[in-house]
């Protein structure tokens, strides 16, 4: 018999709770808005309740959720939501709600590492053992493993952070910096610089071409740094299929044939990826987190 663990993905938005096997079937799914930490958690738990009463009994309980977050297993603070912008969320506990109402093992992480685990064990990063997440929506974010581990290290990493040559004419959304990846090229700041939501920009119309130009500057930073065996770039901005091409190209004109891998030189359109399981990754994920926990 398969196990049966409980999955969640925190989003700024909303949370999306499931319950699945440890095969990766999701059995039952909602959809909870991100209002107050009481009121989302506490939708979760009655969720989960009622799930176990009409599946049976939970193995352990997956986490991923959008951060900053505490993840230093030895700090008094493990679990907390630290220093976010979302206001109402800042200082966060997030576990205690589910210790107290299951005795269960519960694994935690960030979406991003969430979303990769899950395109590692199901979607578009099987078999590998270094490779990069990117979400490009409301935010940036990166995740992913480095030889076999997920990257956690002093906090964990910020990939959306890392600063980009900024054309003059625009201006990060970022508030902290001038010029990073999130703030020149997430969903948000493509609606700052082109007065226009992402999804209404045309193909063919100047912002695609910039966008990927920043992309593609990431990638190279982190192709560089990280040496990944391939890249999934997911998140709303990313539903836009036209830009995969341009990216490809891009990077490797960023390149510039330094790096003469033949994943990169023969096969860059298995290298630079879509999203395999589409919205489903996050929570899949989390049943991976479960499983880890339980293990442990
Ligand atoms: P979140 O990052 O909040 O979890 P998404 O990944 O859906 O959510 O990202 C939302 C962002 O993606 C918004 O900035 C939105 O404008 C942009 N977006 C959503 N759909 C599309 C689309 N089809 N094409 C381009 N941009 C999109
Ligand atoms: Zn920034």
Redesign the pocket.
């Known amino acids: 018999m398969p196990k049966l663990y409980a999955g969640i993905e925190g989003?700024?938005?909303k949370f999306i709770a499931a319950v699945g096997t440890s095969d990766g079937e999701i059995l039952a799914e909602t959809r909870i808005p991100t209002t107050t930490p009481a009121e989302t958690l506490g939708a979760c738990i009655d969720f989960f309740k009622a799930q176990e009463d009409e599946l049976g009994k939970l193995s352990a309980i997956g986490i991923a959720t959008f951060g900053p977050v505490e993840l230093r297993k030895d700090s008094a603070r493990y679990g907390y939501i630290t220093s976010t912008p979302k206001l109402r969320w800042a200082n966060t506990d997030l576990l205690t709600p589910f210790r107290d109402a299951f005795e269960l093992p519960i694994g935690l992480d960030t979406d991003v590492n969430g979303a990769a685990l899950g395109e590692w064990r199901w979607g578009a990063a099987q078999g590998l053992d270094t490779f990069l997440y990117f979400?490009i929506?409301?935010?940036i974010g990166g995740g992913g493993l480095f030889q076999g581990q997920l990257m956690h290290g002093m906090l964990h990493p910020e990939m959306g952070h890392i600063s980009l040559p900024r054309m003059p004419e625009h201006t990060s959304i970022c508030p902290f910096h001038e010029d990073c990846f999130e703030g020149l090229a997430?969903?948000?700041a493509?609606?700052h610089l082109w007065g226009k939501?992402?999804?209404n920009?045309p193909v063919g119309h100047p912002a695609w071409e910039t966008e990927a130009s920043y992309i593609a500057g990431a990638l190279r930073s982190f192709i560089c740094t990280m040496s990944p065996q391939r890249i999934i770039l997911g998140?709303?901005?990313m539903?836009?299929a036209h830009l995969f091409p341009l990216i490809r190209q891009k990077t490797l004109e960023a390149l510039n044939g330094y790096v003469q891998a033949p994943e990169i030189i023969e096969n860059i359109d298995e290298y630079i990826v879509p999203v395999a399981l589409e919205g489903k990754a996050g929570v899949l994920g989390a049943f991976v987190l479960a499983e880890r926990a339980l293990n442990r």
Do not use: I
């Open positions: 989003g700024g938005t979400t929506g409301t935010g997430s969903g948000t493509l609606e939501k992402a999804e920009l998140g709303g901005v539903n836009q």
